[in-house]
């Protein structure tokens, strides 16, 4: 009898922890100008774009809430569309005119850092602070 409770002990948890869902908290910091909107997007780890918002700044820094995420990997990318266009402005050479970053705040040296270096693991209700790279 021991043994059964046991184990559907055991089976409630496994389940409750499978099902739980997740907030993440999104800071971006470092924004020049309270100009335009910061569009920001959530990827599974699959590269699959589960959430995008687009947000009015305050302050010089913008805060997202996504709510009920399973636990997983996930990667975060945002751009500051300084003139509403909802493309992000690049130069001649195609480097970035407007203000950009990445989950774990990874940037890449002559193009966008690699999928893998933006990804982090969600098993809890977790904040991230993310710095705009201009």
Known sequence: MNR???ILAGSVFICNCALSQFTLKIEITGLRNKTGKIMLQV???KEKVINQQMTDIKDLNCIFTIDNLKAGKYGVRFYHDENLNQVMETNMVGKPTEGYGFSNNVTGRFSMPPFEKWLFVLNENK?????TVY
């Open 4 to 6: 059964i409770l046991l």
């Open 43 to 45: 990827l599974d780890e």
């Open 127 to 131: 904040t991230l602070v993310l710095k």
